[in-house]
């Protein structure tokens, strides 16, 4: 009898251990709860919308930062914009707000993780997580983009001289060139100057002139972003169509790669080249915002690609001239 008291004992110092270590436990994340929300949980693609944050904790706990690695798994959803922390409200408690702005490249249904955060009390570090929230993405429906209303009748008037006035002044116009035509072309048969040859400029000419043009519109102090991006693609489409005859204009990214495995140059104007036309794509269509000196960046080196095989066409028509 003796025995099983002391045994009683001590599995109620270990249960009365473990409950003061859950308790404790409980109380120490009690100080702080963290939540996200979105605007909507329905868009469409490539639109933007922004994921807050809260962190509702006492004045003894330190928010560190929110761990943004779980949306590296996620291909599909992209972080544009990372906001820093708000305070909302200080009354015994802080309330603080981070933003996040994402969008989403394809139509489907998607979750948007759970994010760690991050913070310290008393010198010890813990994570708390928010919540999965579900996210619907669709696509823009061409029978909605394409409302037209019925077609009216055309409302006749009766006809009058002012009607056939243009006519008859066109076929006054088109009498007096004829015959004028006529009286030179009789008059001066014989003393037809040959015709002047076109001149054709060279394609990195072309090229390093529209350049040029473009950096002195100043369209980017302007944030015209778009239209600078579209120019800038242009003139390189338009320089690799003119240098190696490959159909650049009309043509994808990835079909512009393609044909540039076809063409002598090095390699790593080629990543250069992809890699300018893809963030171009995302500027023009997913309203994608690249760094500032991003796009200085960008035009110095299509400038510099256009110099470096300028360079090389020079070479060839030199080799030429001695041989």
Known sequence: MIYSMKFLSKVSVIILLCLCFSLSHMLVHAQIAVSAEVDSTNMLIGDQLKLHIFANHSP??????????????????????????????????????KDLTFTIFDSGYYWLPELPISYTKNGITNISKTIRIPMQVGTVSIADTLQLAPIKDIIREDANWRDYLPLLLSLLVLGLIAGLFYY??????????PPVPEIILPAHEIALTALDQLK????????????????????????????????ALESTTEEIQRNLKKVDF????????RNILQVADLVKFAKAKPPADFHDQVW???????????????????AVKEA
């Open 266 to 273: 090095d390699n790593s104007w080629k990543d250069k080249l």
């Open 184 to 193: 030179f072309r009789k008059k001066k048969a014989d003393a037809i100057a």
């Open 300 to 318: 110095q080196e299509a400038k510099d690609f256009v110099v470096a095989t300028k360079a090389k066409i020079v070479i060839e028509e030199e």
């Open 216 to 247: 002195s519109e100043q369209l980017l102090e302007q944030g015209d972003i778009k239209t600078y991006q579209t120019r800038l693609t242009y003139t390189i489409r338009e320089y690799l169509e003119n240098r190696y005859e490959i159909p």
């Open 60 to 97: 003894d706990i330190n928010v560190k930062k929110v761990d943004l690695s779980p949306f590296e798994a996620e291909e599909e959803i992209e972080i544009i914009a990372e906001g820093d922390w708000d305070t909302l409200q200080r009354n015994g408690t802080l309330v603080l707000q």
